[in-house]
């Protein structure tokens, strides 16, 4: 199994231009989820999906978009770009119900700069 | 307001040091606490716990709940260089999808 994998690992960007962040997990797990994480500072939730089809904010979802068309796939959308969204972004997934297990799997992470 | 705080935020040792890491944590209906790794990448699981008083360990590193006191501690002995990284706490509860996540703890480690 590859895991967790996201694409870039990283990007530039000008302020106003868009992007997908691309996030894909081979463990059939039903949770996928977006972090942000900013220098010196701990991860904060964007989105996240507890299957195909159903998304839903998390702490931070201003200026992104997400959708979850398969099992498989967790794109993040950044429509436009701004620099308070230099971040470092990880795409985690994880198998969860009542007699499973809390354990995230994290991507490698994109280091995103927008300038 | 469901939070998890950890301390300290930084941490500076020796090579042979042992150190002890704390989470506090308030949420409604806990479900587990999970300890992660993080270094120059995406963290790594540690350790899930959800008894009370049962140490979970993996050679250096060992953790403890304590579900009364609403803490966990993590312990890393006889600490390496390698060891250095940020030490992230996470909570779950049955009321939510989601994992709450604390700051992390940086620790250094110097030869």
């Known amino acids: 199994n590859a895991g967790v994998t996201q694409t870039p690992k990283f990007r530039i960007l000008k302020i106003g231009q868009s992007m997908t962040l691309q996030c894909t997990q081979d463990m059939n797990h039903n949770y996928m989820y977006w972090y942000r994480q900013d220098p010196g500072m701990g991860l904060k939730l964007i989105y996240y999906?507890?299957?195909?089809?159903?998304?839903d904010k998390g702490e931070v979802p201003n200026g992104y978009n997400v959708s979850r068309s398969t099992t498989e796939d967790f794109p993040l959308r950044l429509e436009l770009a701004a620099p308070s969204q230099t971040s470092v972004y990880f795409c985690?997934?994880?198998?969860?119900?009542?007699?499973?297990?809390?354990?995230?799997?994290f991507g490698p992470g994109t280091r995103l700069t927008v300038l | 307001e469901d939070k998890v705080v950890q301390s300290p935020l930084s941490l500076v040792v020796h090579e042979g040091d042992t150190v002890t890491l704390n989470c506090s944590y308030e949420?409604?209906?806990?479900?587990?606490l999970l300890w992660y790794k993080q270094e120059k990448k995406a963290p790594t699981f540690l350790f899930m716990l959800t008894s009370s008083g049962i140490e979970k360990k993996s050679g250096r590193l060992s953790s403890i709940l304590d579900k009364k006191e609403l803490f966990s501690i993590l312990n890393i002995t006889a600490t390496q260089t390698g060891d250095s990284a940020i030490y992230l706490c996470a909570v779950s509860s049955y009321n939510t999808d989601k994992l709450i996540f604390g700051t992390g703890t940086r620790l250094q480690v110097f030869p």
């Open positions: 949420v409604t209906n806990f479900r587990s």
């Open positions: 999906s507890v299957g195909a089809g159903i998304t």
């Open positions: 985690a997934s994880s198998y969860w119900d009542r007699g499973g297990t809390d354990t995230q799997y």
